[in-house]
């Protein structure tokens, strides 16, 4: 059975640096866009970042200039490199994986997967 398993995440102090990573185990499509979202108690889960299959990526202006995402397709793993952390950036970060596969050259979206969310937590 398909699963992302996350790692990385804690705690550091504003300024710091923490990096997430995220693997996709098990199944049998291809995995599509990879990124992470975040939820605080109480609000809507909201994108941090994305990478595209091809290595296009998206951001929430929010983490513009401080956080990196990159993508390693053989492994079908994904990290966050989070730099210059704020307090604002503490939330429980979820990884998210499309996946689907190429149907006559074009990518068909099968399902989706979310981790079990891991904890960042930025003091001032």
């Known amino acids: 059975q398909a699963h992302l398993v996350e790692s990385g995440g804690g705690s550091v102090e504003s300024g710091g640096s923490l990096t997430l990573s995220c693997a996709a185990t098990?199944?049998?499509?291809?995995?599509?866009?990879l990124g992470w979202y975040r939820q605080a108690p109480g609000k809507q889960r909201e994108l941090v970042a994305k990478?595209?299959?091809?290595?296009?990526?998206m951001y929430a202006d929010s983490v513009k200039g401080r956080f990196t995402i990159s993508r390693d397709n053989v492994k079908d793993t994904a990290y966050l490199q989070m730099n210059s952390l704020k307090p604002e950036d503490t939330d429980i970060y979820y990884c998210?994986?499309?996946?689907?596969?190429?149907?006559?050259?074009?990518?068909?979206?099968?399902?989706?997967?979310w981790g079990q969310g891991t904890q960042v937590t930025v003091s001032s």
């Open positions: 990478i595209f299959r091809s290595g296009g990526t």
């Open positions: 998210y994986a499309d996946r689907g596969e190429y149907y006559h050259g074009n990518w068909v979206s099968r399902d989706e997967l």
């Open positions: 098990g199944g049998i499509f291809t995995i599509g866009t």
